[in-house]
């Protein structure tokens, strides 16, 4: 089970710290997702943070804005967000894959198997 939170209403500019908590003893066989949905489009990757060694993947727009970790001894996977612009403004979904590390697969919605039921960010001008 994976429980997001920290989203809400700030303006242009400023930061929020996402959170998943995840339940269960192999968290850390997980890579670990973090994908937004705006209304009448699909889910888009924003970032991930594989399960062997931490490495981290990033979609082109939150590069330099974005940061993605996970505390494995905590179950958690956050996602820092700097300088949110209106464009970010989306529901945020955590997500966990089991064993996957690479790149594309990382960034496909299809390869998780377990979602959260997401947290609405909203970014005004």
């Known amino acids: 089970q994976l429980v997001e939170s920290g989203g809400g209403l700030v303006q242009a500019g400023d930061s929020l710290r996402l959170s998943c908590a995840a339940s269960?003893?192999?968290?850390?066989?997980?890579?670990m997702g973090w994908f937004r949905q705006s209304p009448g489009t699909e889910r888009e990757f924003v970032a991930a943070?594989?399960?062997?060694?931490?490495?981290?993947y990033y979609a082109d727009s939150v590069t330099g804005r974005f940061t993605i970790s996970r505390d494995n001894a905590l179950h958690t996977a956050n996602l820092q967000m700097n300088d949110l612009q209106p464009e970010d403004t989306a529901v945020y979904y955590c997500?966990?894959?089991?064993?996957?590390?690479?790149?594309?697969?990382?960034?496909?919605?299809?390869?998780?198997?377990?979602w959260g039921q997401g947290t609405q960010v909203t970014i005004s001008s």
């Open positions: 997500g966990a894959a089991r064993l996957i590390d690479d790149s594309i697969t990382s960034a496909q919605a299809g390869s998780y198997d377990y």
């Open positions: 269960g003893r192999t968290f850390h066989l997980y890579t």
């Open positions: 943070v594989t399960w062997n060694g931490g490495i981290t």
